[in-house]
């Protein structure tokens, strides 16, 4: 088994998932006003709400299970597994325009927590991951012009994407037993692994955002 120390939480399991539903369920809120914010189309809608406020409720449950099973479950294969859930059920914050930021969460996430790889490795990744921020915060200039506004939408979804990036962990973190300290990939597995994040992330990208028209 592992041991993954969380303050607090650590001796209270039980309660991190509930915390994860509302933290999730807030930073969704915030995320809602943000993407109000952003809209050049004000046009409300309570299920768009809904939906925006349970997805990041998902998201984040979602990581406080993943963090409670990897404390609980035996082997690499069975962590895998569990980690691969948390992937699955972290796609739909990325639904619509927000596309863009699924490289910049999961490249990001793993160039903060996959401290195995190598400091160039890691460096490599977090610059792979600011493309789709940059994206995201340039189509937000381009509707509302580079003003004081404008800087507070750009702010605001670094901090909601941010949390999220941080939040990942549990699904990001490689597998090491309570004995051990996780083992380099080795150089191979190193550039397999930044490749298929690479993949995964542009899959998604083309997914929810569509191809580009000339």
């Given at each position: 088994?592992?041991?993954?120390?969380?303050?607090?939480?650590?001796k209270h399991p039980l309660?991190?998932?509930?915390?994860?539903?509302?933290?999730?369920?807030?930073?969704?809120?915030?995320?809602?006003?943000?993407?109000?914010?952003?809209?050049?189309?004000?046009?409300?809608?309570?299920?768009?709400?809904?939906?925006?406020?349970?997805?990041?409720?998902?998201?984040?449950?979602?990581?406080?299970?993943?963090?409670?099973?990897?404390?609980?479950?035996?082997?690499?294969?069975?962590?895998?597994?569990?980690?691969?859930?948390?992937?699955?059920?972290?796609?739909?914050?990325?639904?619509?325009?927000?596309?863009?930021?699924?490289?910049?969460?999961?490249?990001?996430?793993?160039?903060?927590?996959?401290?195995?790889?190598?400091?160039?490795?890691?460096?490599?990744?977090?610059?792979?991951?600011?493309?789709?921020?940059?994206?995201?915060?340039?189509?937000?200039?381009?509707?509302?012009?580079?003003?004081?506004?404008?800087?507070?939408?750009?702010?605001?979804?670094?901090?909601?994407?941010?949390?999220?990036?941080?939040?990942?962990?549990?699904?990001?973190?490689?597998?090491?037993?309570?004995?051990?300290?996780?083992?380099?990939?080795?150089?191979?597995?190193?550039?397999?692994?930044?490749?298929?994040?690479?993949?995964?992330?542009?899959?998604?990208?083309?997914?929810?955002?569509?191809?580009?028209?000339?």
């Open positions: 088994m592992e041991t993954i120390a969380v303050p607090y939480f650590h309660l991190l998932v509930p915390a994860g539903l509302v933290a999730g369920a807030f930073l969704g809120g915030l995320a809602r006003v943000w993407m109000r914010w952003i809209s050049t189309d004000l046009e409300f809608s309570w299920s768009g709400t809904l939906f925006i406020i349970g997805a990041f409720a998902i998201f984040v449950t979602a990581q406080s299970i993943v963090l409670v099973l990897r404390e609980r479950i035996h082997g690499e294969k069975a962590t895998t597994i569990v980690r691969c859930l948390g992937a699955l059920f972290s796609l739909q914050i990325f639904f619509g325009g927000a596309g863009a930021l699924a490289p910049t969460v999961f490249l990001g996430s793993a160039a903060i927590y996959r401290k195995e790889l190598s400091r160039n490795t890691r460096l490599i990744l977090l610059f792979l991951s600011l493309p789709g921020f940059a994206s995201v915060a340039a189509e937000i200039a381009s509707n509302f012009g580079w003003t004081f506004a404008t800087f507070g939408r750009v702010l605001l979804l670094v901090v909601i994407y941010g949390l999220a990036m941080l939040a990942t962990f549990p699904t990001v973190l490689a597998y090491a037993d309570s004995n051990s300290e996780p083992k380099d990939m080795g150089r191979s597995r190193r550039i397999i692994f930044i490749v298929g994040l690479i993949l995964i992330s542009l899959l998604f990208l083309l997914m929810t955002r569509g191809l580009p028209r000339n």
